[in-house]
Every structure is written in structure tokens, then in C-alpha cells.
Nanobody, 125 residues
Framework: QVQLVESGGGLVQAGGSLRLSCAAS????????MGWFRQAPGKKRNFVAA????????YYADSVKGRFTISRDNAKNTVFLQMNSLRPEDTAVYYC??????????????????WGQGTQVTVSA
């Protein structure tokens, strides 16, 4: 079994920053890619960012491009999401996810094999 554990969420004022972390543990696990999604109350889960383990290609939702940065630590099976210039509309539960085999489209939640429990990010105006 693979576990993904997120940390780093919290309450921040608009314009502030937060850094989310997601560590993968459990049985021998080699992620092909990891990503972040978010879900606000009453809304569907939306893609935020993703990174391929080999080569490090990154992908971002238009709404966070230029403000959020995804990165990884291969040796620790950990992915990070640096969130700057936060806005109230960024408020959501943020989920970490991982794929265990190559996927073409990393923007769809259905492509992911493992999910974390989520961490709340609240941005006040």
C-alpha cells in the first residue's frame, strides 16, 4: 500500500505564501508523476499542477501559472507546491496524487492511482 501525506496547509492573508509538501511512503514505489489538485466546497476537484519524475516536466493550471511552482525531491519521493501571491479564490482543500505508470494527460484526476487525504488552504481577503 502506498500512502501520500500532505502538510503545509493553513490560513494566510491574500498576497501571502504557503508551501505544501507531499511525501510518498509504503511499499516500493516509483512514481512516474505527481500532481496537486484542489477542491472548494460544492465544486469539483480541479487540476493545479503536476510534475514528471523523469525529466521534471511541469504543468500548471492557467489560474496558478506564474504564482505556484511545483518541484520534487526524487530521493525522498516528495513533491512540493510553493504558492505565492495567494488569492481568496485559491481557498480549497489541496490534494496530492501520484501515478504509478506513464500517463499522457496529467490534468485529469482519473489518471492518478494514489491520493492523499488533503490539506486545507484558506486565504483571507
Amino acid at each position: 500500500q502506498v500512502q501520500l501525506v500532505e502538510s503545509g496547509g493553513g490560513l494566510v492573508q491574500a498576497g501571502g505564501s504557503l508551501r505544501l509538501s507531499c511525501a510518498a511512503s509504503g511499499r516500493t514505489f516509483s512514481a512516474f508523476a505527481m500532481g496537486w489538485f484542489r477542491q472548494a466546497p460544492g465544486k469539483k476537484r480541479n487540476f493545479v499542477a503536476a510534475i514528471r519524475w523523469s525529466g521534471g516536466s511541469t504543468y500548471y493550471a492557467d489560474s496558478v501559472k506564474g504564482r505556484f511552482t511545483i518541484s520534487r525531491d526524487n530521493a525522498k519521493n516528495t513533491v512540493f507546491l510553493q504558492m505565492n501571491s495567494l488569492r481568496p479564490e485559491d481557498t480549497a482543500v489541496y490534494y496530492c496524487a501520484a501515478v504509478a505508470r506513464w500517463r499522457l494527460n496529467l490534468r485529469e484526476p482519473e489518471q492518478y492511482d494514489y491520493w492523499g487525504q488533503g490539506t486545507q488552504v484558506t486565504v483571507s481577503a
